[in-house]
């Protein structure tokens, strides 16, 4: 689904410029559950951007179910962005005054998806999420956790062939932590949704089935 091969990618010209992704290789298939983990400023969030095209690499190869992506089109990029991979943040990035079920809706709206199909698509995931009480909560009332597992469900709402967690538990107590960690393992258990998460922490990232070491 996924090869990047020899990516390298720095900030910077000169004497200023500081190197964060040296010769990286990964390659992901449906399925995989993969942990990435390294220490502050080791390029972690720099690889997930990368990922999900929201940033672009100086040299190497990303080619995503065999199309390179550096040759795609802004509205090819778009597409991907927007239908083939979900994204998950520390901080859930939920727009407050919005309520559950609206925030789930955003990305299928953009999508073009008809209403009816979104609403029983949200319904499921709220089920899902164990949520289906709180579709008309707004988002500010919500704790961070319950918070988090909305995020999860708007990254899913298209039906993504991935999800790009960039330390989803960071903002989150231990309990919380585990309901959300425990979310992923469900998805990519159920689902086949391929995950790729960075973390800091090494008991989170142990759940995956594969870890890798930045």
């Known amino acids: 689904m996924i090869s990047l091969k020899n990516i390298y990618k720095s900030y910077g010209k000169g004497e ?3 190197k964060v992704l040296t010769d990286f290789s ?3 298939v449906p399925g995989d559950f993969i942990s990435i983990r390294g220490r502050s400023g080791c390029g972690k969030s720099t690889l997930l951007y990368i990922l999900g095209c929201l940033e672009t690499f100086d040299s190497g190869e990303y080619l995503y179910k065999g199309e390179d992506v550096s040759k795609m089109s802004e509205k090819q990029l778009a ?3 927007g239908r083939e991979i979900g994204f998950v943040f520390q901080s859930f990035f939920l727009i407050p005054s919005l309520t559950c079920y609206e925030n789930i809706e955003i990305p299928m709206m953009y999508a073009g998806i008809p209403p009816k199909q979104r609403g029983e698509k949200i319904g499921s ?3 899902e999420i164990g949520m289906s009480d709180y579709a008309n909560q707004k988002a500010a009332t919500l704790s961070g956790g319950q918070q988090q ?3 999860v469900a708007r990254a899913l709402s298209c039906d993504p062939g991935i999800i790009l967690a960039d330390e989803p538990t960071g903002n ?4 919380s932590g585990e309901e959300v960690i425990s979310l992923f393992e469900r998805i990519n258990r159920d689902f ?3 995950v790729l998460l960075v973390t800091h922490d090494p008991a989170i990232a142990a759940r995956a089935k594969t ?3 930045l």
């Open 172 to 175: 989150l107590d231990e309990a």
């Open 211 to 213: 870890q890798r070491t």
């Open 26 to 28: 990964l390659d992901i």
């Open 149 to 151: 597992r909305v995020a």
């Open 192 to 194: 086949g949704t391929a």
């Open 79 to 81: 597409r991907m962005r």
């Open 125 to 127: 995931l709220l089920s």
């Open 16 to 18: 200023t410029m500081r």
